[in-house]
């Protein structure tokens, strides 16, 4: 059985009507709540969620740039291949915008000095896997962490969110599992 695009988006239509209806949430509810459809990217239209898009480094700095949070490499480059270059590519987009988030309630300047670029460790909530980001110290960044989140030893700092906040010596290594309330 073969099915118009029109008969896929009545289709839909009737099922996301359905699960307002179980939700308990009214269509005016829901449009306000919606995304115009003209916005989604096709992943976002195909029902993948946003928060599990990956970026490339052109658009990490671009929402980085649009957000005031400045970024430096050692190497300055951007090879996500090369471990002195700074690189954001498939960088998480709830990690990007957790640290927009962070910068945003701190009222802290950030600048990251490092990304998914390898030569950091490995695991599933790596750098490379786009879950982490590395900032620089600052007397600022410092008081909003240890004075906002939750101690959990080791130098570690738990947000209300889950995000972990890892004190090393020169840096911030950060790990968002999600974006942190945005």
């Not at 289709?11 to 307002?20: E, F, H, P, Y």
């Not at 970024?71 to 471990?83: I, K, L, Q, V």
């Amino acid at each position: 059985m073969r099915l118009t695009r029109r008969a896929v988006t009545g289709l839909l239509g009737t099922l996301a009507a359905a699960a307002l209806t179980l939700s308990g949430t009214t269509s005016a509810q829901a449009a306000q709540m919606a995304p115009a459809a003209t916005s989604q990217s096709p992943s976002q239209a195909a029902g993948s969620p946003q928060l599990l898009a990956k970026l490339t480094h052109a658009q990490a700095t671009a929402k980085f740039r649009a957000a005031g949070i400045t970024w430096t490499s050692s190497g300055g480059c951007s090879d996500r291949n090369n471990p002195t270059c700074t690189s954001f590519d498939g960088l998480r987009s709830a990690t990007a915008d957790g640290a927009i988030t962070l910068k945003r309630a701190s009222g802290c300047a950030v600048r990251l000095t490092g990304g998914t670029e390898t030569g950091h460790a490995s695991g599933t909530y790596s750098h490379w896997n786009g879950y982490k980001l590395d900032m620089s110290l600052s007397s600022c960044l410092t008081n909003y962490i240890t004075g906002t989140f939750t101690s959990i030893g080791g130098s570690k700092w738990k947000s209300a969110s889950g995000n972990i906040y890892y004190r090393e010596s020169n840096h911030w290594d950060v790990t968002y599992y999600n974006c942190g309330g945005c």
